[in-house]
């Protein structure tokens, strides 16, 4: 059956001297792979739609298996993501955790939403570390993590000096700080900010300044989310990890 989805290329694979598989997270359909036989050739009409981050049109041949890439059309081809390092670096991060953490052919137009918007903002040039948060923190429920944003995760209120708990899941307040001896002590600003990528429309983000300090601990509570929930173990957190060392 041949469908036309729109997608965002988020994984290639080499196959053979020249084909790719392509993994695509599109609107229509969700992620789907399909082959994209000759797009290493570079005369072939698939080369230039089957790079990483590509936005477009894509027609492809659906079945039980893998699929077949027929044709595609270029809508935005993200060129700046693959060409600086570190908007390279991130864009990498986004599409990887997009793809382990959806399932094939579960369609999700809000997901998908999300991942363009996240990467036309770096692009953009737009705070590369602010908007992983932001994407982090969105894709949490995706991953099964539901943290207790709305008060405290153990006596429900709202009011008062807070911390964050991992073992606990969310925001835990100066009554019940005993509960957990590892408790990670955050400013209001970080509350403030935690709560609002998590809730908030991407879409209504504009220019947002916020301190190295600030960034340090939204970076601590939400990888310890990632690290003790959600099993991830990906090369590209790994390979940003690192390029966070030569930063000054």
Same mark, same amino acid.
């Given at each position: 059956?041949?469908?036309?989805?729109?997608?965002?290329?988020?994984?290639?694979?080499?196959?053979?001297?020249?084909?790719?598989?392509?993994?695509?997270?599109?609107?229509?359909?969700?992620?789907?792979?399909?082959?994209?036989?000759?797009?290493?050739?570079?005369?072939?009409?698939?080369?230039?739609?089957?790079?990483?981050?590509?936005?477009?049109?894509?027609?492809?041949?659906?079945?039980?298996?893998?699929?077949?890439?027929?044709?595609?059309?270029?809508?935005?081809?993200?060129?700046?993501?693959?060409?600086?390092?570190? #908007?390279?670096?991130?864009? !990498?991060? *986004?599409?990887?955790?997009? &793809?382990?953490?959806?399932?094939?052919? =579960? %369609?999700?137009?809000?997901?998908?939403?999300?991942?363009?918007?996240?990467?036309?903002?770096?692009?953009?040039?737009?705070?590369?570390?602010?908007?992983?948060?932001?994407?982090?923190? #969105?894709?949490?429920?995706? !991953?099964? *993590?539901?943290?207790?944003? &709305?008060?405290?995760?153990?006596?429900? =209120? %709202?009011?008062?000096?807070?911390?964050?708990?991992?073992?606990?899941?969310?925001?835990?307040?100066?009554?019940?700080?005993?509960?957990?001896?590892?408790?990670?002590?955050?400013?209001?600003?970080?509350?403030?900010?935690?709560?609002?990528?998590?809730?908030? &429309?991407?879409?209504?983000?504009?220019?947002?300044?916020?301190?190295?300090?600030?960034?340090?601990?939204?970076?601590?509570?939400?990888?310890?989310?990632?690290?003790?929930?959600?099993?991830?173990?990906?090369?590209?957190?790994?390979?940003?990890?690192?390029?966070?060392?030569?930063?000054?």
């Amino acid at each position: 059956m041949l469908r036309k989805v729109e997608g965002i290329v988020i994984r290639t694979i080499d196959y053979g001297e020249t084909n790719k598989i392509v993994n695509l997270f599109t609107r229509e359909m969700g992620k789907i792979g399909v082959m994209a036989r000759g797009a290493k050739k570079p005369q072939s009409r698939l080369t230039s739609v089957s790079q990483m981050f590509i936005y477009g049109h894509f027609l492809v041949q659906t079945g039980t298996g893998l699929g077949t890439l027929q044709q595609g059309e270029i809508i935005n081809s993200f060129r700046g993501l693959r060409e600086d390092l570190e #908007k390279s670096a991130y864009s !990498a991060y *986004i599409v990887e955790l997009t &793809d382990k953490l959806t399932e094939e052919k =579960k %369609t999700n137009p809000f997901l998908f939403e999300l991942l363009y918007q996240t990467l036309n903002y770096i692009n953009e040039g737009m705070d590369l570390e602010i908007l992983t948060y932001i994407y982090e923190m #969105k894709m949490l429920n995706i !991953a099964g *993590i539901y943290p207790k944003l &709305d008060g405290c995760v153990h006596c429900s =209120k %709202t009011q008062g000096k807070f911390a964050f708990s991992i073992r606990e899941g969310g925001f835990i307040c100066h009554r019940c700080f005993h509960i957990d001896p590892n408790l990670i002590q955050i400013s209001p600003a970080t509350l403030k900010l935690l709560r609002l990528f998590y809730y908030f &429309d991407l879409h209504r983000l504009g220019k947002i300044s916020v301190k190295d300090t600030t960034k340090k601990e939204l970076k601590t509570v939400i990888s310890s989310l990632y690290d003790e929930y959600s099993g991830l173990n990906l090369k590209s957190k790994r390979f940003l990890t690192q390029l966070d060392r030569f930063k000054p």
